[in-house]
């Protein structure tokens, strides 16, 4: 069966039920969120209230809460070590991120591995190896790491870079990797033989870390590393390789999250999916969302 969802918003009054209603307004069956501001690391209580009404939801509907992801915010960089204080606040946020997650049974945190931001990029692994080593003690949760676009000093762009991560991390049942279809091909990867970088992922780090895949289009060429999403077949990737990629059976259980842009300030995920489910490309789908 087909995991798709997208990224959805969380605040602070209706937390996991807001989360959850919104994604089944999309039609979806999974879905992502900050458990705050991806920007800042001002955060509320969980209710443990209002996470029990939605798990109950989500049994009713069928829907895998093993497979709901939370994402990391983006502002936290791990690989950057040159302040000890903005270094060490960075671990401890996001070791309560872990805690938070917990609080609300999620396993998968999706994290940007981080920019070296000049140290280099074995001193930047190092500083990430060490981070994650004091965040993962401890807890059933797995942090994800996503591949990159390679923008300025970004690590992970490079399936060797991920490799090195995850062999410096002490724990392997708490560390995996989240694929961005959009970053991939930033990064320099050719989308369209897919199960030649699926191969290359099984023979550097090992398909069975990947239990994830963001689907997003790209608004820029292969090796750009612009990192900019564009809306399901309206990018440089294309509608028909995404629905390869979607519908790989290699990839069968992985949950799929849109993180496509927003037309006019609206959502696009509810039409996405429904044209992803379809299989046919909907050339007036941006005229229909903003209509
Ligand atoms: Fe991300
Ligand atoms: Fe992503
Ligand atoms: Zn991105």
């Not at 109950?56 to 990391?72: E, F, G, P, R, W």
């Not at 993180?259 to 299989?279: C, F, G, H, Q, S």
């Amino acid at each position: 069966m087909l995991t798709i969802g997208s990224h959805v918003s969380f605040n602070n009054k209706d937390q996991l039920l807001g989360s959850l209603e919104e994604a089944l307004s999309y039609d979806a069956n999974t879905f992502m969120f900050y458990t705050g501001a991806p920007q800042n690391t001002m955060r509320s209580k969980i209710d443990p209230n209002i996470t029990k009404q939605a798990i109950a939801i989500m049994k009713n509907k069928n829907i895998d809460y093993s497979k709901v992801i939370v994402h990391a915010p983006y502002i936290i960089n791990l690989a950057n070590n040159k302040e000890d204080s903005k270094y060490d606040f960075s671990i401890k946020f996001l070791k309560e991120e872990v805690k938070r997650c917990e609080e609300l049974g999620i396993k998968y945190m999706v994290l940007h591995p981080g920019s070296h931001v000049g140290l280099g990029i074995d001193e930047g692994i190092n500083n990430i190896i060490n981070a994650l080593n004091i965040i993962l003690k401890d807890t059933n949760v797995v942090i994800l790491l996503e591949t990159m676009a390679g923008k300025g000093s970004e690590i992970g762009s490079k399936f060797n870079e991920i490799k090195k991560i995850i062999d410096g991390v002490n724990s392997k049942n708490n560390i995996g990797i989240c694929l961005d279809t959009c970053h991939l091909n930033d990064s320099g990867y050719d989308i369209s033989a897919f199960d030649q970088i699926l191969d290359e992922i099984d023979q550097t780090i090992g398909l069975s870390y990947v239990k994830c895949i963001h689907i997003n289009d790209s608004k820029n060429p292969i090796s750009s590393h612009k990192d900019r999403h564009e809306n399901i077949g309206f990018g440089t990737l294309g509608f028909d390789n995404l629905l390869k990629i979607i519908y790989n059976p290699r990839l069968e259980n992985i949950p799929k999250i849109l993180e496509t842009p927003y037309v006019d300030d609206k959502p696009p995920y509810k039409l996405e999916i429904a044209m992803i489910r379809n299989k046919v490309f909907d050339p007036h789908l941006k005229s229909k969302i903003s209509a």
